[in-house]
T-cell receptor, first 115, second 113 residues
Framework: AQSVAQPEDQVNVAEGNPLTVKCTYSVSGNPYLFWYVQYPNRGLQFLLKYITGDNLVKGSYGFEAEFNKSQTSFHLKKPSALVSDSALYFCAVRDGPNSGYALNFGKGTSLLVTP | DVKVTQSSRYLVKRTGEKVFLECVQDMDHENMFWYRQDPGLGLRLIYFSYDVKMKEKGDIPEGYSVSREKKERFSLILESASTNQTSMYLC????????????FGQGTRLTVV
């Protein structure tokens, strides 16, 4: 089965500094990768996805992610963090047709941006 | 604006009760999903449906069932609620293509006492 791993439970960043939230994947074939954000007691909001093409994908709220095939990674990045970026971030990979193309999620990384 | 709506934000139920969680989407999506979210475990797939009246087990179906009588509505049923089913439940939908993102409801936080 397709899977992703988020090696960090929590990432702390000062406001204005660049941030990176890490994700690695394990798939057979070409991966379809996604990032979602969750604010407290809310559902998940889509940020961006990699399907094919450019390795640098731009998404919502100034976020971007870099697909690296050799390192099997899909790290989420932002050049300058905001306090309002503090939330729970999930990386996900699309599974195959036998699961209705469900998303398989990592365990999530809590991002804390301090003023 | 696309929407996935879950009927309740918060629910408190007693052990042994039958519990219904409702989800409605307005995007004419074929595929719908129920996940549960627990701290440190991420999201785990309970059931999914790729068409009306069709349902398939996900990774953790035990203790749950689902119903999809109409394309826009996907219900999760806890046949006899137990305390270990206390969790956040998230509904999602997506169109049939594998490259499309999933849209999520706001979640239902269920507490079983």
């Amino acid at each position: 089965a397709q899977s992703v791993a988020q090696p960090e439970d929590q990432v702390n960043v000062a406001e204005g500094n660049p941030l990176t939230v890490k994700c690695t994947y394990s798939v057979s074939g070409n991966p379809y990768l996604f990032w979602y954000v969750q604010y407290p007691n809310r559902g998940l909001q889509f940020l961006l996805k990699y399907i094919t093409g450019d390795n640098l994908v731009k998404g919502s709220y100034g976020f971007e992610a870099e697909f690296n095939k050799s390192q099997t990674s899909f790290h989420l990045k932002k050049p300058s963090a905001l306090v309002s970026d503090s939330a729970l971030y999930f990386c996900a990979v699309r599974d195959g047709p036998n699961s209705g193309y469900a998303l398989n999620f990592g365990k999530g990384t809590s991002l804390l941006v301090t003023p | 604006d696309v929407k996935v709506t879950q009927s309740s934000r918060y629910l408190v139920k007693r052990t042994g009760e039958k519990v219904f969680l409702e989800c409605v989407q307005d995007m004419d999506h074929e595929n719908m999903f129920w996940y549960r979210q627990d701290p440190g475990l991420g999201l785990r797939l309970i059931y999914f449906s790729y068409d009306v009246k069709m349902k398939e087990k996900g990774d953790i179906p035990e203790g749950y069932s689902v119903s999809r009588e109409k394309k826009e509505r996907f219900s999760l049923i806890l046949e006899s609620a137990s305390t270990n089913q206390t969790s956040m439940y998230l509904c999602a939908s997506t169109s049939g293509g594998s490259s499309t993102e999933a849209f999520f409801g706001q979640g239902t936080r269920l507490t079983v006492v």
